[in-house]
């Protein structure tokens, strides 16, 4: 049998070249993640609507639980000052949430994709790079990468640059690596309940070996590591690393 | 159906997921955020407005209070000072009476006593009178005469005081 493990489908392509960017493919990646913003917004609409001052409901109190979390979470780790950063990084870290946990209705995460992660690492990277020539001005930034002796500029360039690209690829990595052992997963045990089923003699065993019948219960048991726990562990690492990387920038 | 590669950037993808990440934070802060802060402000705001009352109300039984023990304090001072008069009075009172007694017992005794004069005078010139009309009855029997007691009471009168004397 084949496996395929491939990346998003392309739902649509407008055939036109654009210069650089290429064709503008609507892919499976895109269209979830719309389905992700509806998802979470959808959530948050729900979760806030008809809010009271006293006597609250157990919705209401999960809405102010989450927005309690998200301000000492931001707070805690990069200080009252940066309070505005509070609903970006609760956006990042839904998004992240939601798209990785999709996966688990059957489809594919946004976040299996390089693209989106890189998209938010580039994201994370200017805020950085933003919030470093507000601290110390061009030239600090600048004079920043002959520290502390001017030869090791290029080491210091490469950890700069390091920074997004190991966001990304850490939170990236991790996704795919359960997209993939998962799809092994399915596929092992579909040839294992194929060829199990097929000791039955006769056409019983040739149509009962169609049926992957251990692919049910199963995966399941790796999805809680791989989805549910990987899933929230990454987005909080990405979020944690968004604002610790944000506030040492802002020390200079 | 055409896939994109497993490991890769897509340049429009990645515009879009940056598109759709500002897109999502403006939801969130728009739906979540704003929402629930305005709430807890409303409710920060109702529950400074009960500690103010609270304060007040305190403020206002402090002041009832300190009120009141001065009060107490001023009923306390003017029971004792009445307290202290009634002593005062009573005192001068009880003084008065028993000097007044003292003095009743004075003039009582002082009556007492110049009425028993009075008395023991009215009876020694009782007996006086008695033994000088004895005297005189005796004298006249012994002389067998009659003694005019007017023309000799000067006489009878020295003899009862040389008597009284000696008695």
């Not at chain 1, 609250?56 to 780790?77: D, M, T, Y």
Request: charged share 20%; with cysteine; hydrophobic share 50%.
């Amino acid at each position: 049998m084949d496996l395929d493990i491939s990346g998003a489908k392309v739902f649509f392509t407008i055939p036109f070249d654009f210069p650089i960017l290429g064709k503008l493919q609507v892919s499976e990646t895109i269209v979830v993640s719309w389905i992700v913003i509806l998802l979470i917004t959808g959530i948050c609409i729900w979760l806030t609507h008809d809010l009271r001052v006293e006597n609250i409901s157990k919705r209401q109190a999960v809405a102010e639980l989450l927005v309690e979390k998200a301000n000492s979470f931001v707070i805690g780790n990069m200080g009252e000052k940066f309070r505005y950063f509070i609903p970006f990084v609760a956006a990042l870290f839904a998004t992240s949430v939601v798209s990785n946990l999709i996966s688990l209705i059957g489809l594919r995460s946004p976040t299996a994709d390089l693209s989106t992660e890189a998209a938010w690492a580039v994201v994370v990277f200017i805020m950085i790079t933003y919030q470093k020539i507000k601290a110390g001005g061009v030239g600090g930034y600048m004079k920043g990468f002959t520290q502390p002796i001017p030869l090791l500029t290029p080491f210091n360039i490469l950890s700069e640059l390091a920074t997004p690209i190991s966001m990304a690829c850490r939170h990236f990595g991790n996704i795919l690596s359960g997209v993939v052992i998962n799809a092994l997963l399915y596929g092992a045990l579909a040839v294992a309940s194929s060829a199990l089923l097929g000791l039955i003699p006769g056409a019983v065993g040739d149509l009962l070996s169609q049926i992957p019948i251990l692919d049910v219960g199963i995966p399941a048991v790796l999805s809680v590591y791989f989805d549910w726990f990987s899933g929230f562990m990454q987005a909080f690492i990405f979020c944690m690393l968004t604002t610790m990387y944000i506030a040492n920038a802002a020390e200079g | 159906m055409d896939v994109q590669e497993l490991v890769g950037i897509v340049p429009w993808t990645f515009i879009a997921q940056i598109g759709n990440l500002f897109l999502q934070v403006y939801l969130v802060k728009r739906f979540l955020f704003k929402p629930i802060n305005e709430m807890l402000e409303k409710r920060r705001a109702m529950a400074d407005a009960e500690i103010r009352d609270a304060v007040k109300a305190k403020d206002e039984a402090i002041a009832m209070k300190t009120e009141y023990e001065q009060n107490m304090l001023e009923a306390k001072n003017k029971a004792n000072e009445i307290v202290m008069t009634a002593q005062k009075t009573a005192a001068v009172q009880s003084e008065q009476l028993l000097l007044e007694a003292s003095n009743q017992a004075a003039a009582m005794k002082a009556k007492a006593e110049s009425d028993i004069a009075q008395e023991k005078r009215k009876a020694v010139n009782e007996i006086k009178d008695e033994i000088g009309g004895m005297a005189v009855e005796i004298a006249g029997k012994v002389i067998e005469r009659e003694i005019c007691e007017e023309d000799h009471a000067k006489l009878i009168d020295e003899f009862i005081s040389n008597v009284g004397e000696a008695s």
